[in-house]
């Protein structure tokens, strides 16, 4: 998905000469830039989530999901509150999270940033920790 000049959402067409070459050639020659959020706060996040709707379309089928989870390469930061809101604000079956290396010590912290989110709207879903190592999401 790309966003022109004006503000209009267009999505990119794979023509058959890889994505990297597709993404290039909508920067390079059509003027678009990919629509993705990154940076700032999870109020700024919302900001630029609430004025793409492709991009409000999807943070609401988050918050409709009914079903298991898994986030994989994730922190859970305050930045990405809104994130967890919507996680914890659906009717999310059971959520899995993946921890890199997990140790006592990092366990605990994530416990408590997943226990807070949970809290912020009043979920009692289930979520349990994984080894992310284990996944092989890229083999």
């Not at 959020?37 to 609401?60: A, F």
């Not at 366990?107 to 080894?131: C, I, N, P």
């Amino acid at each position: 998905m790309f966003e022109d000049s004006i503000g209009e959402i267009h999505k990119a067409v794979h023509g058959g000469s890889g994505v990297i070459a597709t993404i290039t050639g909508a920067i390079a020659t059509g003027r678009r830039f990919p629509v993705y959020v990154t940076e700032g706060s999870s109020m700024q996040k919302m900001r630029k989530i609430n004025s793409v709707p492709y991009l409000r379309y999807c943070y609401d089928m988050l918050i409709d999901n009914p079903a298991t989870m898994f986030v994989y390469g994730h922190s859970a930061d305050e930045n990405d509150a809104h994130i967890y809101r919507a996680i914890f604000s659906s009717s999310v079956e059971h959520l899995y999270f993946g921890i890199y290396k997990p140790d006592d010590a990092k366990l605990k912290a994530m416990d408590g940033l997943l226990a807070k989110h949970q809290r912020t709207v009043g979920s009692e879903a289930k979520y349990t920790f994984f080894d992310s190592e284990s996944a092989k999401v890229w083999a």
